[in-house]
Each structure stands twice: as C-alpha cells, then as structure tokens.
C-alpha cells in the first residue's frame, strides 16, 4: 500500500525551520515508498489564522521543493461536519456538556500516576447531579462539549520513539465558543484525507492515544505515528523566534539561501548527501534508521548572539 502522508501547518505565522523540517521528513517518508504527501490548513483558530499566512507558508515549503497532492483540506470550511459528529456522539449520551474554567481545570487536574497528559481534565461535570447541572446552565456561560472516557490506555506504536503508553481524558470535542476541538478535527481529517502515515513533531506524542480512542469510536482506521524530535537553539530550548534567523526569509537576510538550508536540514536527519539541490536528491538515501533520537540543535550561526553591554 502507498503511504498517503499529511502535513498540516496552522497559518498563524511563517514557518520555522523546525517545521519544515517535519514537513522534509514528512515528504521523504511518503515519497520514499511511491506515496504523496496531502496538505491540511489547520485554521480552526480563526483569530489568529490568515490566508496571508496561508500562502506563504505554502510558498516556503515550495522554495524547499516541497509539494502536495490534490486533496487539500482547509478545517474552517467544515465546521458543519465536526458538530455534526459531535451531535451524533450527544445523541449516544458519549459526551457531556462542561462548565469549568481554565483555572477550575487546572485546580483540580489529578496527580500523575503512571503515565499522564498534561492538563488533564479530572472529571468535573461528568456526573454532576440533576440540581448542579441546572445552576451551572443558569450561569448564562455556555459549555464546552467532553467526551466520556474511562482513562483508557493506548500504546502508540511509533516508529521514531518506539511503543509509547498514552492514557487518555475527557478530552474537549468542541469548546465553549463553539469552535471544534483540534483533537476532534485532526482525527476526522486524517481519515477524510485517507491518511496513512502520520509525521509530526514529538510534542505531540503525548496527546495521541486521545487520537486513537476517537479513531476507534468513530471507526476509522488507525495511521502509522512518526514523532521526530524538535528543533532547539543554543540553550536546547524549543525553536523560537528570540533564537535568531528561525525563518528562511530571515536566513536569506542573513545570507544563507534555501540550498544551504536545505543542506543543513538534510545533515540534520542523517543524509549522508552533500549539498543536495533538491528535496529529490534526498530520496534514495534517506532512512528513518538514520533520524537522530535527540533533539537537532540549530547551527549557531543562524542564532542570535547576546552581547552583555
Ligand atoms: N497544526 C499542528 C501544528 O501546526 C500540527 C498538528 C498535527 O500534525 O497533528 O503544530
């Protein structure tokens, strides 16, 4: 079978090279076995997502040699659909409104044991009593939609990071703005798009098994996981912005072009190819086997330097 892969930005921003350095694995991982990789715009945050960053994103990974398949998907365009399967999972009583604040969630999120995800959410209004619920409503604050879970566990076979336990939550399908949940979002996508194979970074490892159990509730089938280890500068903090020239126009200004970057991302995942002049010349020789298992630290003269006065 074809390897039918995804990359799917936010458009809340130019890309970093840690990005699209995902996005390079990605495209080797589909490529390498006769696949393609489908873009997916992730604009359910529709404050900060903006068809300017859109586009350019887009035109970043082209300046990397990295194209898409037909099949694009946009989220912001099927809002519909997303509260359509929530409504059908509230008709199976599988989901329950939820009237907690950030700051209540975060109060009473349980103490690990074993193996957790960050914020958890405790429980709170699952159960809560015919009396409760009715002066939780009269609050006038609208609810968020959980799902009903019972702290299942999945073990995310992965094939960077190897078997990974997750435990799951009530995760949120839709919040209280009425905006769907990425987590519902992206499990409904993958299998609209007929993904196979899934590459993304390894901050999100921890959050898969939710991804799983709503695969499986929804009958859809379960991807190949492929978390790669970030991007950090200097002081092995994650990628960001006060780390220097994190962007390719920012480079370019620096004077370090696309084929340098493209050479520098290629050492970073192990190619043994120098100075590749395209993603193309990557193919034959790459191999999974070959991605470092710690996080690639980004070569210090794209960082910025702070000078004590
Ligand atoms: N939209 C997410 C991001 O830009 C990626 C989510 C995913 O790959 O599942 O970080």
Not at 33 to 50: A, C, T, V
Not at 60 to 78: C, D, N, P, V, Y
């Amino acid at each position: 079978m074809n390897v039918i892969g995804r990359f799917a930005p936010s458009p809340t921003g130019p890309l970093h090279i840690g990005n699209l350095r995902t996005a390079l694995i990605a495209w080797l991982c589909a490529h390498q076995q006769d696949g393609e990789l489908l873009l997916r715009i992730e604009d359910l945050d529709r404050s900060n997502s903006k068809p300017a960053h859109e586009a350019r994103q887009i035109d970043e990974l082209e300046q990397l040699g990295i194209t898409f398949g037909s099949k694009a998907i946009r989220q912001s365009e099927r809002f519909d659909l997303y509260r359509d399967i929530v409504n059908g999972l509230r008709q199976q009583d599988l989901v329950y409104p939820c009237y907690c604040t950030r700051r209540e969630i975060l109060e009473s999120t349980q103490a690990p044991q074993g193996p957790t995800i960050e914020g958890a959410y405790a429980g709170t209004c699952r159960n809560l009593s015919v009396g409760d619920r009715s002066e939780r409503e009269q609050s006038g604050r609208p609810p968020a939609w959980r799902l009903r879970t019972n702290s299942e566990t999945y073990v995310v076979d992965d094939l960077v990071v190897g078997p990974t336990t997750t435990v799951i939550d009530d995760m949120v399908l839709l919040r209280n703005d009425g905006v769907p949940a990425y987590n519902l979002a992206v499990v409904v996508d993958d299998a609209a798009q007929g993904v196979t194979q899934i590459v993304r970074g390894d901050d999100l490892l921890h959050g898969t098994g939710r991804h799983i159990h709503l695969q499986k509730l929804l009958g859809y089938p379960t991807p190949q996981y492929v978390h790669v280890p970030l991007v950090v500068g200097l002081d092995q903090e994650r990628l960001a912005k006060r780390h220097g020239a994190v962007t390719l126009e920012e480079l370019s200004q620096r004077g370090i072009g696309t084929q340098e970057v493209l050479g520098e991302l290629a050492r970073s995942i192990g190619s043994q190819v120098v100075q590749p002049e395209s993603v193309n010349d990557l193919l034959d020789d790459f191999n999974l086997d070959r991605l470092p298992r710690s996080p690639w630290t980004i070569p210090s003269d794209w960082q910025t330097v702070h000078h004590d006065n």
